[in-house]
């Protein structure tokens, strides 16, 4: 996916091993190194 590096998809993994399922697109922003401009593209 456009955007998503190696190391931001490591980290939304983490953050959902973590945290347990995402409850909303909004949640992802608390992903470490996820930006506003990727969290644009991811969710669009």
Not at 14 to 41: A, H, I
Request: charged residues 30%.
């Amino acid at each position: 996916m456009s955007g998503i590096t190696p190391t931001i998809a490591t980290n939304i993994v983490k953050y959902r091993d973590m945290n347990g399922k995402f409850k909303n697109r909004q949640e992802l922003k608390k992903v470490s190194r996820l930006g506003e401009k990727v969290f644009e593209r991811y969710t669009s």
